[in-house]
């Protein structure tokens, strides 16, 4: 492991990249070199955190030679034109998820970053893969011990009716409400859990939504998604974002394989084939509240640093996105869509 510091520049400065900020500097890994929003206001209370004057309200981040990596944090459907700008001026990028809002967008960006004439590290932000609880699932499903993965779920169950209350001061609109997509948005965290504990890819979408309980969103807040991957094994995804309750445990994962399940933080393994019932035992990992930003933002700066590819890399992140912009294709349509997957050009 290299030990340099990153200059990082951040664009977007609301409550997530907040958070990303301070656990920066818990990490002590990177040089804060910019701090960049549309919004004075943001820009001030951002200097106000975190000292210094390196605060830009302008675009100048991406000719600051300092600023080695961009950390992107504006809304889901503004990420395209940041993001682009930064690989073109040769910045590795994290880009918040979903990638962007729209099948035109995340192409745009995978080519952008594709063009790029130098090994870019991105990581986009599907931050679940980072948390030791999925992280203990991932292995054990990886190292076999759940046999052939036939059937998993997931589910972003998540009561945001506060969102109602964030519109944004500089435009007067409110992306939450207007823009955002609950399966592409919530749920595409809880398929691209699904994606990279299986290690397989979504080939077909099929949805339902309804519309009855977060009235002020522009998209339906109840969306459903079957999605099939390429060897025939099959995954659901909810993505609520009105429910009466809190978060659900475990994102409500589910996954069932042929010599063994897993029931959220539960995991069942058959001693041998007579063994049909195997019990269900607690599984080994630390559970974790909230977001873990830090191991998230680590693996990206040591890929940096040591030229590797990043946990979820831009094509990668970019499958999770483009399978749950299709699965709301799937619901509008009334039919089953096709899903293209994406292969890694641009990750090297
Ligand atoms: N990975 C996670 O678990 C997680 C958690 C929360 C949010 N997010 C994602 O993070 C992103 C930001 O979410 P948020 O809740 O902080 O949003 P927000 O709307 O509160 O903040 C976005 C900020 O970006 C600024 N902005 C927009 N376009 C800009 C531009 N072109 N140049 C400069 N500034 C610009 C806005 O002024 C605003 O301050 C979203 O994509 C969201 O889905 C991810």
Known sequence: MGSRKIGVGFIGLGHNALGHIRAHIALGKSDLVAFCDRNPNRVEAARREFGGDALYTTEDIYSNPGVEAISIHTGDGQHREPFVKAVQAGKHVLVEKPVANTEEDVLAMVEAANSAGRSLKIQVGYILRFNPLFEAIHKAAREGKLGNIYYVEADYVHNLLY?????????????????????????????????????????????????????????DDCQVALFQFEDGSIAKVAALYGPRCEMAPCYNLRLYGTNGTVDRDRI??????????PAFEQIDA???RGHPYGPEIEDWLDAITNDRPTRTPLHDGANSTL?????????????AVEVAVLAAESDK
């Not at 069942?268 to 019932?277: C, E, F, G, Y």
């Open 163 to 219: 969102q109602a209350g964030q519109t944004d001061e500089m435009t007067g609109r409110n992306w939450f409400l207007e823009e955002e997509l609950p399966m592409v948005g919530g749920g595409s965290h809880a398929l691209d859990l699904l994606r990279w504990i299986s290690g397989k890819e979504v080939v077909r979408a099929s949805a339902y939504s309804n519309h009855f309980t977060f009235l002020e969103m522009r998209s």
């Open 268 to 277: 069942a393994i058959s001693s041998s084939t007579a063994d049909v019932h």
């Open 286 to 288: 630390p559970r974790v």
């Open 323 to 335: 399978a749950t912009l299709r699965a709301v294709q799937a619901a509008c349509e009334g039919r």
